[in-house]
C-alpha cells in the first residue's frame, strides 16, 4: 500500500471514531498515532509538509551550465569556491564538476 493510500486510510477511520489500535493493520501503531495526531489538530492534508533543512533537488541546465563555466574559468578551482559561489552543497558540485 502507497503511503498516500495508507494515510487516507487512517484518515477516514479517524473521521469515523476508530481509535488507533483498530486502525494500524496497514502501518505501524507509531505512525498511526503520529498521523491521528496531525488530523485532531486539523492538519488534514495527506502530504508531507515541506521541511527546513530538507536538501533541494537542483537539475537545472543553468546550474549545471554555472558549475561548468566556473571550472572552465579555472581548472584548479576548489570544490569549497564552487559551492560558495553556487550555493550548492559539496556532494551537488561533485556531481555537476564530472
Same mark, same amino acid.
Given at each position: 500500500?502507497?503511503?498516500?493510500?495508507?494515510?487516507?486510510?487512517?484518515?477516514?477511520?479517524?473521521?469515523?471514531?476508530?481509535?488507533?489500535?483498530?486502525?494500524?493493520?496497514?502501518?505501524?501503531?507509531?505512525?498511526?498515532?503520529?498521523?491521528?495526531?496531525?488530523?485532531? $489538530? *486539523?492538519?488534514?492534508? &495527506? /502530504? #508531507?509538509?515541506?521541511? $527546513? *533543512?530538507?536538501?533541494? &533537488? /537542483? #537539475?537545472?541546465?543553468? $546550474?549545471?551550465?554555472?558549475?561548468?563555466?566556473?571550472?572552465?574559468?579555472?581548472?584548479?578551482?576548489?570544490?569549497?569556491?564552487?559551492?560558495?559561489?553556487?550555493?550548492?552543497?559539496?556532494?551537488?558540485?561533485?556531481?555537476?564538476?564530472?
Amino acid at each position: 500500500m502507497e503511503k498516500i493510500e495508507a494515510r487516507s486510510v487512517i484518515k477516514f477511520l479517524h473521521l469515523k471514531d476508530y481509535s488507533a489500535r483498530h486502525t494500524h493493520d496497514c502501518r505501524p501503531y507509531d505512525t498511526v498515532m503520529r498521523w491521528k495526531r496531525n488530523f485532531q $489538530t *486539523g492538519h488534514m492534508s &495527506l /502530504t #508531507d509538509e515541506p521541511r $527546513t *533543512g530538507r536538501p533541494l &533537488l /537542483t #537539475d537545472s541546465a543553468a $546550474t549545471v551550465k554555472k558549475v561548468e563555466d566556473i571550472i572552465l574559468e579555472d581548472r584548479r578551482v576548489t570544490i569549497h569556491v564552487i559551492m560558495h559561489e553556487t550555493g550548492l552543497s559539496y556532494g551537488s558540485v561533485k556531481k555537476y564538476s564530472r
